[in-house]
């Protein structure tokens, strides 16, 4: 005959075989549904990688197609408040402007950009001389005036100007 103990032994070891079988197939159930999981999640990103690639490439596509004139920009342009110059003398069609500016003395400039922007076409000139350490013109080509409307940025004295600039 078997003792007490020995029985409730046997019961509690019979139980724990049975309880490491449940959680063996529970694991087993619960990492198949994690590689399912992780694998649609790649199908899907590889879809979507695909999709945003060729969606991207009909931008790209299309905003070429669509690229603006900056040769109406070419030429000289005055601020009638003060004689100040801009001589645009080329523009390359990455927008980049070969410019001079001009208080009647030259003044460097640092920089210079043509962009296109909501169909407008914008310029920013970046001055960089002594009284002109980071000056800057952002201005807006008006076709229908034959005019640039803008902001002027005295950073000497930190303040900013409206301006305007008319062909010569």
């Known amino acids: 005959m078997t003792s007490r103990k020995q029985r409730k032994k046997r019961s509690t070891g019979r139980d724990r075989n049975l309880q490491a079988r449940a959680r ?17 999640i790649l ?5 979507k990688g695909h ?9 790209i596509a299309a905003t070429s197609a669509e690229k603006p004139d900056f040769q109406s920009l070419l030429g000289d342009w005055v601020r009638p408040d003060g004689g100040y110059v801009i001589k645009i003398r080329s523009i390359d069609p990455d927008g980049e402007l ?7 003395r030259p003044i460097n400039v640092s920089r210079a950009l043509a962009s296109a922007e909501k169909g407008k076409i914008n310029v920013f000139i970046k001055l960089r001389d002594k009284g002109y350490p980071g000056s800057t013109y952002n201005l807006v080509y008006h076709e229908e005036n034959e005019a640039l409307f803008g902001i002027y940025y005295q950073a000497v004295m930190d ?3 409206d301006v305007a600039f008319v062909r010569k």
């Open 98 to 104: 070969v410019a001079g500016y001009y208080n009647p």
């Open 24 to 40: 063996t197939k529970h694991y087993r159930l619960w990492w198949t549904a994690a590689g399912l999981a992780v694998l649609v």
């Open 159 to 161: 303040q900013s100007f």
């Open 43 to 47: 199908i899907l990103m590889s879809v």
């Open 51 to 59: 999709f945003l690639k060729s969606r991207s490439g009909d931008l």
